[in-house]
């Protein structure tokens, strides 16, 4: 187990390599300058401003440059906010971001499991019918809809919830739910499909005829067997996760990094941008990690090469 | 001889688009204490139904409409579903034929094993888990202790077929339904499982029921076999009486398509045709229109069951004191000849006379 996750971390390693060589390029090839009012400014002013950031070598020594910096923990400074150092950015931002995504995906994930299992044990009744139906809704409404209708009617004429800002675990409350709802969504359709093939299955059966209640069944055999497809969607669904949190987040007025994201972007600024690809593919390749470990966890058929046992 | 189990006119019907089957037929047998009885019959005569009914196993579209299993003075069809999972597990078990898929593929072994001692509450975790261990061994799989924890996909078929018959005999049942448990399995693995349902049945004393279509297989282990044909059955009796004296054509039928170590044809007899459409079941005898003896009475009335000795007993027309004398096929007049032998030299009577006895 150790030595496979070793060889994985090394993978990661590589992963992030290409993924910051192939951001760095792309980056270089979008139109435009990091200067905002670049036709007010002289040539001269430019080529000072240009030297001072090194963008006046050519792009391969600038990825160079860039890599060295990296490989020493320096992320570089951002050109737009306040000359911040990109390291800082990221840290003073993720948190609020990393908070909801996390909660986003635990509330979402939990209840899709438990709206699909219900569904599958009670198949073709009302109860699968509704569970169907939010399956539906909450796969097709895109979430910064729900963020809106939640704001609309739970903050602003209820007044449960806060309508905004980040104060407290009350405001990553609506936040949350909207995002929520894909995972959920996803989840419940992904764990009533197999959970109804599992249900059909001769282990099940045989559990019935230990003397397992309907009940003991799904808990102790069911369950486990019907969470394999499950834990493989995560990952995607974590990367709709993180896509989504920006626009959730503007919708809140979150103090979030989704929004930092979109601006560096449509500014040119190239070292928020590296940094925060690196951010959220690092993310990713962990999430992913993660799942092939929940994987083998789950499942004792699908083993790690490099742990003991056969296969 | 004491009945264990006791089914009397069971009707069992299942609702599909097309109407309702009618997958049992009033169908009757008993069980007696320590008896292995096999249950032998084509594909979709019944006999999954039959045992599933006993432990109320059978599919949503099932419903029983008539009859009743009698287990220990109380009738099985008219338990809650409570009174039944205290049944299931612990006084009847059974045993599932695909080995391959009937063990939980994310449960280790001996977990799966224990679990019916423990939803008994037989006895705690740690003596349930000693019982497993001990059942494993005496199913014969190989360092017990140690394998304990491993996986399903870690066993091999006829490994795995072993700790679904330990899972069936963990908490000592008094009645094991074995549902085909070596269709699945190759034909050496196959003896060597009919020999462990043998021992284990002499060590925990337990009744059994077999249900099977290869009859070479019911020779080695039943005590008294019952022929089901398109939801009824149509014959029972030891399994000397049935394997040398069968009456019924469609058990002529069935032991003339079995190869033998004197067949001499190049191509194995089959019965012609197929079996009736049990969404609407003919008048008479079932077997009628596959039948070379068919008589005119068969297409119109259902044949009762006649006595052929106080064991034995056959639903067919030819047995009534009007019908004509049929000649068997000579495969069949060669086993009532060798059985006449056998009778008189005494080699099997000892087992019929046991039989004979235990009816009295």
Redesign the interface.
């Not at chain 2, 898929?101 to 449960?107: E, F, G, V």
């Given at each position: 187990m150790g030595k496979y996750i070793l060889k994985r971390v090394g993978y990661m390693v590589l992963t992030m390599f290409i993924i910051a060589t192939a951001t760095f390029f792309l980056m270089k090839l979008m139109p435009g300058s990091p200067y905002a009012n670049q036709a007010k400014m002289t040539t001269e002013q430019i080529n000072i401003m240009n030297h001072q950031y090194g963008l006046d070598k050519p792009a391969y020594q600038q990825y160079w440059i860039y890599l060295v910096g990296l490989l020493h923990g320096d992320f570089g400074t951002s050109f737009q906010f306040n000359n911040q150092p990109v390291s800082y950015l990221i840290a003073s931002r993720i948190g609020p971001s990393m908070q909801i995504g996390v909660q986003a995906i635990i509330l979402g994930t939990l209840l899709g499991i438990l709206l699909g299992a219900i569904a599958a044990i009670r198949k073709n009744t009302w109860v699968d019918t509704v569970a169907t139906f939010f399956a539906i809704i909450g796969r097709s409404i895109p979430n910064f809809v729900f963020a809106v209708l939640l704001q609309f009617f739970l903050a602003f004429k209820l007044r449960i919830f806060p309508i905004a800002l980040w104060e407290g675990f009350s405001s990553s409350i609506l936040p949350t739910i909207a995002l929520a709802m894909a995972p959920l969504a996803t989840t419940a359709r992904f764990m009533r499909t197999e959970m109804v093939d599992v249900l059909n299955s001769d282990y099940i059966e045989l559990a019935r005829a230990k003397g397992n209640t309907p009940w003991q069944t799904v808990a102790k055999h069911a369950l486990r067997n019907s969470l394999i497809p499950v834990v493989t969607i995560i990952g995607p669904m974590a990367v709709d996760l993180m896509v989504g949190s920006m626009v959730v987040e503007n919708i809140f007025s979150i103090p979030g990094i989704g929004d930092q994201f979109v601006k560096s972007i449509t500014t040119n600024d190239y070292p928020t941008i590296m940094g925060l690809t690196l951010l959220y593919s690092f993310m990713l390749v962990v999430v992913i990690l993660i799942v092939d470990i929940l994987y083998g966890l789950i499942d004792p058929r699908i083993r790690l090469s490099g742990s003991e046992g056969s296969n | 001889m004491e009945k264990i189990l006791d089914v009397k006119n069971l009707k069992i019907n299942f609702s599909t688009f097309a109407g309702q089957v009618q997958a049992i037929r009033d169908v009757s047998f008993h069980l007696n204490k320590g008896e292995t009885l096999a249950i032998v019959g084509e594909s979709g005569s019944g006999k999954s139904v039959t045992v599933r009914s006993i432990?109320a196993?059978l599919a949503n579209n099932a419903h029983i409409d008539g009859g009743e299993i009698d287990f220990k003075g109380q009738d099985i069809l008219k338990m809650s579903?409570r009174e039944i999972?205290?049944?299931?597990?612990?006084d009847i078990?059974?045993i599932?034929q695909?080995p391959m898929?009937?063990?939980?593929?994310?449960?280790p072994i001996g977990k799966q094993v224990a679990?019916?001692l423990l939803?008994?509450g037989s006895m705690n975790h740690a003596n349930a888990m000693a019982r497993a261990e001990e059942v494993l061994k005496l199913v014969g799989i190989d360092n017990a202790k140690n394998r304990m924890k491993d996986?399903p996909?870690?066993f091999s078929g006829g490994q795995r077929q072993r700790i679904?018959i330990a899972?069936a005999i963990v908490n000592y049942p008094e009645i094991l339904l074995a549902d085909e448990p070596t269709t699945a399995l190759d034909v050496t693995i196959q003896a060597q499982i009919i020999d462990l349902m043998k021992d284990l049945q002499h060590k925990i004393g337990t009744s059994i029921i077999f249900i099977t279509h290869d009859l070479g297989v019911v020779a080695g282990i039943a005590d008294r076999v019952a022929v089901m044909y398109a939801g009824k059955i149509i014959e029972y009796g030891t399994v000397d009486e049935i394997f040398y004296d069968p009456k019924h054509p469609y058990t002529w039928g069935l032991l003339n398509s079995m190869p033998t170590l004197d067949t001499s044809s190049k191509r194995l007899y089959a019965i012609p045709g197929t079996p009736p459409n049990l969404l609407d079941p003919p008048a008479g005898d079932a077997f009628a229109p596959r039948n070379p003896y068919t008589m005119e009475i068969d297409h119109e009335a259902m044949p009762p069951f006649f006595k052929v000795t106080d064991t034995h007993y056959a639903a067919t027309w030819l047995l009534h004191p009007d019908a004509p004398q049929v000649d068997p096929p000579l495969a069949i007049k060669k086993r009532q000849a060798e059985y006449r032998e056998l009778l008189a030299s005494g080699q099997i009577g000892s087992h019929k006379a046991k039989e004979v006895d235990q009816n009295a």
């Open positions: - | 432990m196993l579903p999972e205290k049944i299931r597990g612990n078990s059974m599932f695909d898929t009937s063990l939980d593929p994310t449960m679990e019916p939803i008994h996986y996909h870690q679904v899972i």
